[in-house]
């Protein structure tokens, strides 16, 4: 099949270099709205074809939405727009409820699957794009019975190309889910990251004891803001998210990526 991606970065990227190995992909058509990452990600080879999001459309048989979550209610109706028949929508974020709502009355609502790919690691960007990073990881697929079977059953046989393991969930539970398994954890990480950050302000030899425990534990909080802020704002915890200072959020998260000084 032909497939148009629309974000390039870690989860796009690895998307499109799994189906092409696989062989499901015969072509991959990418947009991305950074200039920089559409060049880096042509330049890599993760792409056939850099296009809008018009032209990718009307060019390919599956379309998958891989930008941060904030951004793919807009973006989702905008490729539907231009959908023609038996031609299949995903997304790839992880979260639901926001999406699922403002998908609920679109005409093409049926030709949508609403998918979370449970992989990732603490890197973005097209550079960040790895083989195999699906591989063996579960696929949660979410209110199936508002998307037409045949376009489940091509959801299904992308993911299963990946090497994915499948489940269904309602929407609702899924993020329920999520945010314990996997929004939870980074929290930790980021805020560990900034307490020890912030120590070392007081004591410069306090990195002199870090070993491979400490590395694991806040790898996660090299991930990037523009990425997690989204997240949590949409499956919200509490203090700065129930205060909805989101800005304030992003900030920290990006003091917390200062970590990379420590870990690499």
Same mark, same amino acid.
Request: hydrophobic share 45%; glycine share 6%; charged share 20%.
């Given at each position: 099949?032909?497939?148009?991606?629309?974000?390039?970065?870690? $989860?796009?990227?690895?998307?499109?270099?799994?189906?092409?190995?696989?062989?499901?992909?015969?072509?991959? /058509?990418?947009?991305?709205?950074?200039?920089? #990452?559409?060049?880096?990600?042509?330049?890599?080879?993760?792409?056939?074809?850099?296009?809008?999001? %018009?032209?990718?459309?009307?060019?390919?048989?599956?379309?998958?939405?891989?930008?941060?979550?904030?951004?793919?209610? @807009?973006?989702?109706?905008?490729?539907? %727009? /231009?959908? #023609?028949?038996?031609? !299949? !929508?995903?997304?790839?974020?992880?979260?639901?409820?926001?999406?699922?709502? =403002?998908?609920?009355?679109?005409? @093409?609502?049926?030709?949508?699957? =609403?998918? /979370?790919?449970?992989?990732?690691?603490?890197? *973005?960007?097209?550079?960040?794009?790895?083989?195999?990073? &699906?591989?063996?990881?579960?696929?949660?697929?979410?209110?199936?019975?508002? *998307? =037409?079977?045949? =376009?489940?059953?091509?959801?299904?046989?992308?993911?299963?190309?990946?090497?994915?393991?499948? $489940?269904?969930?309602?929407?609702?539970? +899924?993020?329920? +889910?999520?945010?314990?398994?996997? /929004? $939870?954890? +980074?929290?930790?990480?980021?805020?560990?990251?900034?307490?020890?950050?912030?120590?070392?302000? %007081?004591?410069?030899?306090? &990195?002199?004891?870090?070993?491979?425990?400490? *590395? *694991?534990?806040?790898?996660?909080?090299?991930?990037?803001?523009?990425?997690?802020?989204?997240?949590?704002?949409?499956?919200?915890?509490?203090?700065?998210?129930?205060?909805?200072?989101?800005?304030?959020? +992003?900030?920290?998260?990006?003091?917390?990526?200062?970590?990379?000084?420590? $870990?690499?």
């Amino acid at each position: 099949m032909k497939i148009g991606i629309v974000g390039l970065g870690l $989860i796009g990227g690895s998307l499109a270099i799994g189906l092409k190995k696989s062989g499901f992909a015969s072509a991959i /058509h990418g947009v991305d709205f950074n200039p920089a #990452h559409a060049k880096k990600a042509l330049a890599l080879g993760l792409v056939d074809a850099i296009m809008d999001v %018009e032209t990718a459309v009307k060019n390919s048989d599956v379309i998958v939405v891989a930008t941060p979550v904030d951004t793919m209610p @807009q973006l989702v109706l905008q490729v539907m %727009e /231009h959908l #023609h028949e038996r031609q !299949v !929508v995903l997304d790839v974020g992880s979260t639901k409820m926001p999406l699922l709502d =403002a998908l609920r009355n679109a005409p @093409q609502r049926s030709r949508f699957v =609403a998918a /979370h790919p449970m992989a990732g690691t603490e890197y *973005s960007g097209p550079e960040a794009a790895v083989e195999d990073l &699906f591989a063996e990881k579960c696929c949660a697929l979410c209110d199936t019975d508002q *998307s =037409a079977p045949d =376009a489940v059953a091509i959801a299904m046989q992308l993911f299963s190309a990946l090497q994915m393991r499948i $489940i269904t969930l309602g929407g609702q539970e +899924h993020d329920l +889910h999520t945010a314990y398994v996997s /929004h $939870i954890s +980074h929290i930790a990480s980021f805020a560990l990251a900034l307490t020890v950050l912030a120590k070392e302000q %007081e004591e410069d030899r306090i &990195f002199d004891l870090a070993s491979g425990g400490f *590395s *694991s534990t806040v790898r996660l909080a090299k991930s990037n803001p523009d990425t997690w802020t989204p997240i949590f704002q949409q499956n919200r915890f509490r203090t700065l998210l129930i205060k909805k200072d989101f800005n304030g959020f +992003h900030q920290l998260i990006t003091q917390a990526n200062d970590i990379r000084r420590i $870990i690499g």
